[in-house]
C-alpha cells in the first residue's frame, strides 16, 4: 500500500480533470477482470476509450447499475470509474488506490462544495477499503456513503455511512477476505458467464425507496450465477445500494 503522501504528490502528474461540480460525484472501482482488461499500462484517455466500449463504461456491472439507478433518483449527479487494471497482477489493488485518491484529491479542490460516493465490487471493494483511511478528514468529511457489493467490511473510518452488501453464499464477502491489502482469494469475473444485464429503473416505474432498509447480508440472490458473480443480474443490492445513497445525500443537501 502506498503511503498517502507519495500518493497525493503523484497527483500533479495526473492529467487534469475537466471539473463538472456537480452536487454529488460517484467513484466505483470494478471487480476483478471487469472490461476494460488489458489497461495496465493506458493512459486516462486510452482506459476511458476502451471503457465505453462496454456498456458498463469501466464501472462494472453492479458499479454501473448502482450508477445509472444513482442518477435517475439525483438526476445531477456525475461518476467516475477508478482507472486501475483490475488484474490478479499484486500491484492492481495498489494501483486503484493511487487513482482513487488523486481523482478524489483533484475533484476535491476543484469543486470544493461537492459530496462525494465511493464503492467496489470484489477487488474494487478492497481498493476502496484500502483508500478509504488514506483520505484527509478534509475529504473525507465530503463522502456521504460508501456502498460495496461482495466486498471487505466497511472501514471504521466511514462505519456511520457505509453498506457493504453480500449475497447469501458469497464465499468471498461471508469468510471476511482475509486480509485486504491484495487479491489473494479473489475470482475473476470478465472471463466467466456474466450475464451483461443492466439493473436499472423500468422508464414507467420509479423506484421506491419508502420502504425499510434491507439487512446488509444474506439476500439469497436468484438467477443462474454464482452468489458472487450475480449482484447485477439479481439486482437486490443495486437497488439497495441507490436508495441508501439517496438517503444519505437527502440528509446532507
Known amino acids: 500500500m502506498l503511503p498517502i503522501a507519495s500518493l497525493l504528490l503523484t497527483a500533479a502528474a495526473v492529467p487534469a480533470v475537466q471539473a463538472q461540480c456537480s452536487p454529488l460525484h460517484y467513484i466505483f472501482a470494478r471487480a476483478t477482470t471487469e472490461p476494460p482488461t488489458g489497461v495496465d499500462n493506458a493512459s486516462p484517455e486510452e482506459f476511458e476509450e476502451v471503457a465505453n466500449a462496454f456498456w458498463s463504461k469501466g464501472y462494472g456491472a453492479a458499479g454501473y447499475s448502482i450508477y445509472d439507478n444513482v442518477t435517475a433518483l439525483i438526476p445531477d449527479t456525475t461518476g467516475y470509474p477508478v482507472h486501475y487494471p483490475a488484474s ?70 466511514v462505519e456511520d455511512r457505509c453498506r457493504s452488501y453480500c449475497n447469501k453464499g458469497d464465499f468471498i464477502c461471508e469468510r471476511g477476505f482475509g486480509g485486504i491489502g491484495g487479491i489473494g482469494g479473489i475470482g475473476g469475473i470478465g472471463g466467466r458467464s456474466m450475464r451483461q444485464r443492466r439493473t436499472v429503473l423500468n422508464a414507467r416505474q420509479a423506484l421506491d425507496c419508502s420502504g425499510e432498509e434491507p439487512p446488509e447480508k444474506g439476500h439469497e440472490a436468484e438467477g443462474g450465477q454464482s452468489a458472487h458473480l450475480a449482484y447485477n443480474e439479481d439486482g437486490f443490492y443495486v437497488y439497495a445500494a441507490a436508495c441508501y445513497i439517496q438517503k444519505q445525500f437527502q440528509g446532507v443537501a
Open 88 to 157: 490478479f497482477r499484486p500491484s492492481s489493488p495498489d494501483r486503484g488506490v493511487e487513482d482513487l485518491i488523486n481523482h478524489i484529491t483533484t475533484m476535491s479542490q476543484q469543486c470544493p462544495e461537492q459530496k462525494y460516493v465511493l464503492g467496489g465490487h470484489s477487488q474494487g471493494g478492497v481498493v476502496t477499503v484500502n483508500a478509504i483511511p488514506q483520505l484527509p478528514e478534509e475529504i473525507l468529511s465530503r463522502v456521504i456513503a460508501v456502498t460495496m457489493v461482495g466486498s471487505p467490511d466497511c472501514p471504521p473510518e
